[in-house]
Structure formats: C-alpha cells, structure tokens
C-alpha cells in the first residue's frame, strides 16, 4: 500500500510564503505524476500542479507564478511552494500519486489559512 503524507500548512498572513511537503513511500518511478490539489470550504477540489515523472510540470491557470511544484528524487518528496499568498488561498491542499494505470493515492491534506 502506497502512502503520502503531506506536511506544511499553517496559519500565514497575506503576501507571506509557505512551502508545503509531500513525501511518498515509493519512488517517483512508480507514478505517471505526482501533484497538489486543493479544497477551500464550500467548493471543489481543483488542481494546483503536478509534476511528471519525467520532471516537467503543468499549473491550473489561477497560478500565475506564484506556486511552484518541485521534487527532491532522493527523499522521494514533491513541495510546493506557495507565494504572494492571499486570503482566497485558504484550503486544505491534497498531494496526489497516481501510476500509469490510474491508481490514485491521496495524502490527509494540510491546512493553510491566510489571515488578511
């Protein structure tokens, strides 16, 4: 069984910066990607960005710049550092592992909250 434990939420104020972990308990070549979604109350999980496992990564358009989706192959962890944060990034972010054959792993998700 495939776990993925995320970790690096808190409470942050407008314009601070998070970065947020997601180690997994295999190595990225078990998955077709890995990624970050999120949930803010009252809405639908959306996604964030994923990285390969070839190392390219693709954003929701909402980004624009101010997350960054990056993996250290060594402690099999995929971050993502979050900027410029704005109250309206409030949610709980949810790491993603998924294979080539379309199993799907999910973290607990980790809190952020951004007090304006």
């Known amino acids: 069984q495939v776990q993925v434990v995320e970790s690096g939420g808190g409470l942050v104020q407008a314009g601070g910066s998070l970065r947020l972990s997601c180690a997994a308990s295999?190595?990225?070549?078990?998955?077709?990607?890995m990624g970050w979604y999120r949930q803010a109350p009252g809405k639908q999980r959306e996604l964030v960005g994923v990285?390969?496992?070839?190392?390219?990564?693709n954003y929701a358009d909402f980004v624009k710049g101010r997350f960054t989706v990056s993996r250290d192959n060594a402690k099999n962890t995929v971050y993502l550092q979050i900027d410029s944060l704005k109250p309206e990034d409030t949610a709980v972010y949810y790491c993603?592992?998924?294979?080539?054959?379309?199993?799907?792993?999910w973290g607990q998700g980790t809190q952020v909250t951004v007090s304006s």
């Open positions: 295999r190595g990225f070549n078990s998955f077709n990607f």
């Open positions: 990285i390969t496992s070839g190392g390219s990564t």
């Open positions: 993603l592992a998924k294979t080539s054959g379309g199993q799907e792993y």
